[in-house]
C-alpha cells in the first residue's frame, strides 16, 4: 500500500513550543483591544471591574491585610479578565437561605482568586477558606457568621485554586509588583503638605487609582506624583496655599516620568471621581463641581502643550477597537477629535461631548517561535501548527495553546528573541535553485512528428 501524502503545511517534528513574555506595562490599545475581544458593553465593564476592587478591598481590610496585597490583588485581577471573558468563569456569593455557594451575580471568583494569589505572593499567607470565610461574614449577622473549617467552603475552596494557576499565567508568571503608596507619603513630606488634609486625601486617592487601569500604564513615580497633585488640587483653597510653585518644583526627568504621563493619570482619576463617584474612597467627600472645575485647567493646558490623552498609544487603533462609531473620527487627542475634554470611560461628562470617543482601560504577551523573522516581545506570533489568528478576534487562552505544544513563559525580551532565531533556522524552508537543460523541437520537425504518430495509429487500427 503506498504510504500517505504528507500535507505541505503539516508540521513535521517536535512543536518548537510558545513563549509568553512578561509585559508589566500594557499599552492603552492593547487594553481596548482585549476589552473589545471579550466582547459586552462597557457600562458592564466598568461595573464588573469596580465591583472586584471593591470587593477585593472590603474582604482584605476584615482579614488585616496590608496594602501590598491589595495592590498586587487588584493588578492581578485587571490581569486576569483582559485574558478571560467573563463567561469562562463563574461567580461567587453566599446564599443566606441554604448557606450553599450559588452562581449569582454579585461577587466574582476572579476577585477572590486575586486575593487568594496575591497573599501568597506578598507573604501574607491566608487559606482559600479563610478568604471565603471573610466575605461571608461580612454579607450576614453575628449570629449566622462561620468559620473558616465550615463544610460549605469546600467546593469554594476547589474553585480558588484551579482559578490560582489561570491568574499566575494571565500575569506572565510576573512578580515584579509596584507600591506607590510610600512613596505618595514620602513626597508628601518633601512638599511639606499638611498630614490630615492633604496627605490622608492623597493616600486614599492612591488606592482608588487601583480601581481603574492606570495601574497597568503608568510607573510607580507617575501614580505618586498624580495622586499628590490631585490632593493638593482638591485641598488647594484651605490646606495647600502656594499650589503652583509646588508644581513648578516637581522635576519630572529627575524621576524618569513626563508631565505628560501624569496628565493622563490624572484624567483617568477625574473619569472615575466624574461617573462613578459613589464607588470610591474619596468621591463622596466631595461634590462633583470640584472634579469638573479641576478638570478645566488640565484640559487647557494639556490642549496648550499638545499631549495627547493616552500617552505611547496610538489613538487611531483605540478608537478602531472601541468600534466604527469612533474608528471614522480620526485621530483623537486626550479623549476627542481636536480638543482636550473626552473622557477615558466613553461616558459624556460636563466637560466632553456626547459623541467624544472614550477609551476603558494582560495580561502577557505571545510569542509564539517560527520559521521566519523573529518577533519583538509582547507583539503575537504565529507558529507552524496553529493558524494566524485574524485582527479583531480574540487570542487563545494559555490552556488552549498547551495543546498543540509547550507555553514557556519568560520575563527578558531579550533572551526570548535570541531563542526564537535560533529554533526559526530548523524551520526555515530553504530552496535551491537548478538549470536543467531539456531538447525542444522545432516547429517544424513537431508537425512531421505528429503526421508520423497518425500513421501509426492508423496501421494498428
Avoid at 478591598?57 to 496585597?69: C, G, I
Avoid at 513626563?258 to 484624567?267: F, H, I
Avoid at 472614550?358 to 521566519?372: D, L, N, R
Wanted: net charge negative; aromatic share 6%.
Amino acid at each position: 500500500m503506498a504510504p500517505a501524502a504528507i500535507e505541505p503545511d503539516t508540521l513535521v517534528g517536535p512543536h518548537p513550543s510558545f513563549i509568553e513574555v512578561a509585559k508589566p506595562y500594557i499599552f492603552e490599545q492593547q487594553l481596548q483591544e482585549c476589552l473589545a475581544a471579550n466582547g459586552g458593553s462597557e457600562a458592564r465593564e466598568d461595573h464588573i471591574r469596580l465591583q472586584g476592587v471593591a470587593w477585593i478591598d472590603r474582604v482584605r481590610k476584615a482579614l488585616m491585610l496590608p496594602v501590598r496585597t491589595y495592590n498586587t490583588a487588584c493588578v492581578y485581577y485587571h490581569k486576569f479578565r483582559l485574558v478571560h471573558s467573563d463567561s469562562e468563569y463563574n461567580y461567587i456569593v453566599s446564599s443566606r437561605d441554604d448557606l450553599v455557594l450559588c452562581t449569582t451575580d454579585t461577587d466574582k471568583d476572579a476577585a477572590a482568586a486575586s486575593l487568594f494569589t496575591a497573599c501568597k505572593i506578598e507573604d501574607t499567607l491566608k487559606k482559600s477558606k479563610e478568604i471565603l470565610c471573610a466575605a461571608w461574614n461580612l454579607n450576614v449577622n453575628p449570629a449566622d457568621k462561620l468559620s473558616p473549617d465550615d463544610p460549605v467552603f469546600e467546593q469554594g475552596s476547589k474553585t480558588l485554586i484551579g482559578l490560582e494557576r489561570l491568574m499566575l499565567e494571565s500575569s506572565g508568571f510576573d512578580f515584579r509588583n509596584r507600591y506607590p503608596q510610600e512613596l505618595v507619603i514620602k513626597l508628601c513630606k518633601t512638599c511639606n503638605l499638611p498630614p490630615r488634609p492633604v496627605s490622608s486625601c492623597a493616600y486614599n486617592i492612591c488606592n482608588d487609582l487601583y480601581r481603574t487601569f492606570a495601574p497597568l500604564k503608568q510607573t510607580t513615580v507617575t501614580l505618586a506624583i498624580a495622586s499628590v497633585e490631585l490632593a493638593a488640587r482638591l485641598q488647594s483653597a484651605t490646606a495647600v496655599a502656594d499650589f503652583p510653585s509646588l508644581l513648578s518644583a516637581i522635576d519630572y526627568a529627575a524621576w524618569a516620568t513626563s508631565r505628560a504621563e501624569v496628565m493622563e493619570t490624572l484624567l483617568d482619576l477625574l473619569d472615575l471621581y466624574t461617573h462613578h463617584r459613589a464607588a470610591t474612597l474619596e468621591g463622596p467627600k466631595f461634590a462633583i463641581d470640584a472634579f469638573i472645575a479641576i478638570r478645566i485647567p488640565l484640559n487647557n493646558e494639556a490642549t496648550a502643550a499638545g499631549f495627547p490623552r493616552h500617552t505611547e498609544s496610538d489613538e487611531a487603533a483605540i478608537a478602531a477597537a472601541q468600534g466604527p462609531a469612533t474608528a471614522t473620527a480620526g485621530a483623537v487627542t486626550n479623549g476627542k477629535p481636536a480638543a482636550n475634554g473626552g473622557t477615558s470611560s466613553g461616558k459624556p461628562s460636563p466637560q466632553s461631548p456626547l459623541d467624544a470617543p472614550g477609551s476603558a482601560a494582560s495580561g502577557a504577551g505571545t510569542v509564539a517561535q517560527q520559521p521566519g523573522p523573529a518577533r519583538g516581545g509582547g507583539s503575537t506570533a504565529t507558529s507552524p501548527a496553529s493558524p494566524a489568528e485574524t485582527p479583531g478576534t480574540r487570542a487563545r487562552a494559555v490552556g488552549e495553546r498547551g495543546r498543540d505544544g509547550t507555553v514557556r513563559f519568560m520575563l527578558d525580551v531579550g533572551r526570548s528573541k535570541e531563542e526564537q532565531e535560533k529554533v526559526a533556522e530548523f524551520f526555515r524552508d530553504e530552496w535551491e535553485e537548478v538549470e536543467v537543460e531539456v531538447e525542444v523541437p522545432r516547429e517544424g520537425e513537431r508537425g512531421d512528428r505528429r503526421g508520423e504518430e497518425r500513421g501509426e495509429e492508423r496501421r494498428y487500427r
